[in-house]
């Protein structure tokens, strides 16, 4: 029984750093309708990034943050100035190339630059935390507990302020949104520059937790879609319900089911969601169904 | 100037311009055609011969891809399992059971063409990019399962075929040999696809893939015209693996499913043309020689570099030519014809 706690709460707390991750892809999906291929890139980037700065500077990721999330931020401006924005009023088939390009560009870059090496970044705390009889690395509930700061910081922009307001109204109707005097270019670069400095955080707080190496984008990527899947496109609260989702079934999962397996998992649960419930844990409008042809 | 019908109701998918319909044969097809048969023929050298045999099998594989990304909207990162299937299937039944290549990549093809079919029906509802995920989630399930099962496919260390050249276990001495095998695959799935622009199938295709509702109220069945263009691209896909395990003579699943594979495939065609019968070809003849040659220049320090490359230059056609070579020759053309 305490096994199955262990397992349940560190799922939890796995699945919460995983919605963070990618809040970032619902809200520009949410937004802009367009699925960035490139965002499991982005959490590379921003994972050698904060593997950089901890090990040539000293610091540690969590202070590397501060660096990495604006610089995330005027990445994800640059990106979509130079690449999104030029593809969305071309067919649909053009900015998934482009993204796809961008992505497999990325990962060869790391890859050059890199090598296929893991890095990683030495263990800060080094010690367990203890919440009664369960055990938790220090660092995943510090991450936790920073994705559930953040995802209040988040929806209190998206309820009460008027940046919130115009994204609200764009993402229900961009024309009538338009016509209302929102200038609508500027919210999709807001949004693609404010999903990209997520990802950046994301990338901080992941970096203790997982090693880095080039396509480390792939596994996670996937996970990112099925979260925006199960919880609908850009809904915040969406998404860390299914990131909690997740994390429990893969906490459980990787437990009870062969370890040789293992890395098949993100696979199949992608496809099993996307056989089962593409329209989303709640039923809304299905995002796996909207697409090229609709 | 006349408004096209079919470009209006297309919407967002609608590609800049429409394939040419009907298997006519144009100059530019006839004079590549027989550029190819007179590089085939008379004796290149070693390292081009080598050149010579890639060029000719991606743009065969290329252009069985574009039968399903191009034709069909089906836009696949998972062709490389199909690639991976044909080339295993003919290769465990020669070597295990001794049959010869010559029936094995029939079966390989056939057995392609079946997952092909299966993954089309499992992705039926899905569209856009989560049926492209659900493609490159396919692959790597098939990829990690083939690491796994050595004891069929060898695992990580690979499957090798014996070299030594013979006709029942179809491997040959003379590269030129190769370059001749893989110039027939080539033309057999050119054929294939111009038979297919023209025919009522195809129409069904372009209709089911411009307007799958308005298809469906005209009568089409998008599910079946999409599941057997997915099985017609996997068959010859997989076709292409069984030929190119009999070129290669080793196989390991690292390369053989690799996504890097399924994106090549892609990035080939939507270079060239996305839905166009020379596009995939025209991509394959730029790009495969300079990634070839470039590689033999650089060797392995610059791993990765011929993908920079490619998606490099995939981002720029993308962005500033959305119809590919094909699409900005076609436009040159038809300016030249109006003035």
Known sequence: ?294 | MSLDVTQQSTGRLALPFLPRRGARVSVLEIFIFIVCLALAIIGLPQTLQDVAVLTFLWAGLALAWNIAGGYAGLISFGHAAFFGIGAYTSTILFVHLGLTPWIGIWCGGALAALFGALLALICARLRGPFFILSTLAAAEVVRIGALNWASLTGGPEGLSIPPVAGMTSMVFASKAAYVAMMLLFLLVVYAITKLLEGSRYGYYLFSVRDDSDAASAAGVNPLTVRTAAMALSAGLTGIGGSLFAQYFLYLDPTFVISPELSFQFGLLAAVGGLGTAIGPVLGSFLITPMSELLRSYLGNQAAGLHLVIYSALLIVVMLYFPGGIAGALTRIVSRKGKL
């Open chain 1, 1 to 294: 029984m305490s096994t199955l706690g262990q397992l349940v709460l560190s799922g939890i707390f796995i699945g919460g750093i995983y919605a963070l991750m990618s809040m970032g892809l619902t809200l520009i999906f949410g937004v802009l309708r367009v699925v960035n291929f490139a965002h499991g890139e982005f959490l590379m980037l921003g994972m050698y990034g904060a593997w950089a700065i901890t090990r040539l500077l000293d610091l540690n990721p969590y202070i590397a943050a501060i660096a990495i999330v604006p610089a995330m931020l005027l990445f994800g401006a640059i990106v979509h100035q130079l690449i999104v924005r030029p593809a969305l009023d071309k067919p649909h088939l053009v900015v998934v190339f482009a993204t796809m390009g961008l992505s497999i560009f990325m990962q060869n870059v790391a890859l050059m630059i890199m090598t296929a090496d893991l890095w990683d970044v030495p263990p800060m705390f080094n010690r367990s935390v203890a919440i009664g009889p369960f055990y938790f690395k220090a660092e995943l509930l510090l991450g936790f507990a920073i994705t559930i700061v953040c995802t209040l910081l988040l929806q209190w922009v998206i309820r009460a302020t008027y940046l919130g307001k115009a994204i609200r109204a764009t993402v229900q109707d961009g024309e009538a949104a338009m016509l209302m005097g929102i200038p609508v270019p500027r919210i999709f670069l807001i949004t693609f520059a404010g999903g990209s400095a997520l990802v950046g955080l994301a990338a901080c707080i992941m970096m203790p937790l997982f090693s880095v190496f080039p396509t480390v984008g792939l596994n996670f990527v996937l996970i990112a879609f099925v979260i925006v899947v199960l919880g609908g496109m850009g809904s915040i609260e969406g998404a860390l319900l299914g990131g909690i989702c997740i994390g429990v079934v893969q906490s459980i999962s990787s437990y009870y089911v062969a370890p040789a397996y293992g890395q098949m998992f993100y696979f199949i649960l992608f496809l099993l969601v996307m056989i089962f419930r593409p329209n989303g844990l709640l039923g809304q409008k299905g995002a796996a169904t909207i697409g090229i042809n609709d």
